[in-house]
C-alpha cells in the first residue's frame, strides 16, 4: 500500500494547480504564445523564478507532467493481463488518461492549443518518443519477440503507431468540438490500421 502524500507534497500540488488554473485563464484570455512567463507568476503571485521551480516551461502547464503520466501508462500496460493481445492491452493502458484530464471544456482548450502552437506539437513530439521507450519493451513481449537490451524496432514502431491512432482520435474529437466519443475514434484508428 503507497504511503500518503506529505503535508509538503500536498502543498506543492496545490499550488502546481493554482499555477496551472491561473496561466490555463490566461492562456484562453491573451493566447499561449502571448502569454509570458512573466505573466503567469504575476497572476499566481509568485516570482519568477518559484515558477521554474515548479515547472520547466510554459508547455509543461498544457502537457502535464509528461514523465509521470508516461508511468502511469506504462503501470496500466504491465498490469494487464499477461495473455493479453498488445492491442487490448495498450487500449486498456491509453483509457487511464481519461481518469487524468479535467472537465471537457478544459480538455477543448487544451486540444485547441496544441492546434495552434507549434512549440506544444514539438513536446507533444517529443512526449511520444520518451513513451516509445517506456512501453515498448512490455509490447515486445506481448508480441512474443525475444528480450533485448533495447527495445525491439518492431516493437518501438508499434507503439509509435498507437501513439499516431490516439492522436488522430483526440484531433477528430477536438474538431467535433467534443461531442463526438473518443475512445471510439481510436478503435476505428487502430482497426484501419489493422486493415
Not at 496561466?23 to 507568476?41: P, S
Not at 503520466?69 to 495473455?83: I, K, M, N, Q, T
Not at 479535467?102 to 485547441?112: F, K, M
Not at 461531442?179 to 482497426?191: I, K, M, P, R, S
Amino acid at each position: 500500500m503507497a504511503e500518503p502524500p506529505t503535508l509538503r507534497e500536498r502543498t506543492r500540488r496545490a499550488v502546481k494547480a493554482e499555477i496551472t488554473e491561473t496561466a490555463m485563464r490566461l492562456f484562453t484570455e491573451n493566447g499561449f504564445e502571448a502569454t509570458t512567463v512573466d505573466q503567469i507568476a504575476t497572476a499566481s503571485g509568485i516570482s519568477r523564478r518559484s515558477f521554474f521551480h515548479y515547472f520547466g516551461s510554459k508547455e509543461d502547464l498544457v502537457l502535464g507532467d509528461i514523465e509521470a503520466l508516461g508511468e502511469s501508462v506504462r503501470a496500466a500496460l504491465e498490469a494487464r493481463p499477461a495473455e493479453e493481445s498488445a492491442w487490448a492491452a495498450i487500449r486498456a493502458a491509453f483509457l487511464t488518461l481519461q481518469s487524468i484530464k479535467g472537465l471537457q471544456a478544459e480538455q477543448l482548450t487544451v486540444a485547441r492549443m496544441y492546434h495552434e502552437v507549434p512549440s506544444l506539437r514539438a513536446r507533444q513530439l517529443e512526449k511520444h518518443l520518451r513513451w516509445q521507450a517506456l512501453l515498448a519493451p512490455d509490447v515486445q513481449r506481448r508480441l512474443g519477440l525475444p528480450h533485448s537490451a533495447t527495445p525491439d524496432p518492431r516493437a518501438r514502431a508499434f507503439v509509435a503507431a498507437a501513439l499516431a491512432c490516439l492522436d488522430a482520435a483526440v484531433d477528430a474529437w477536438f474538431e467535433s468540438d467534443g461531442t463526438a466519443d473518443a475512445v471510439q475514434l481510436f478503435d476505428e484508428a487502430v482497426a484501419a490500421l489493422r486493415a
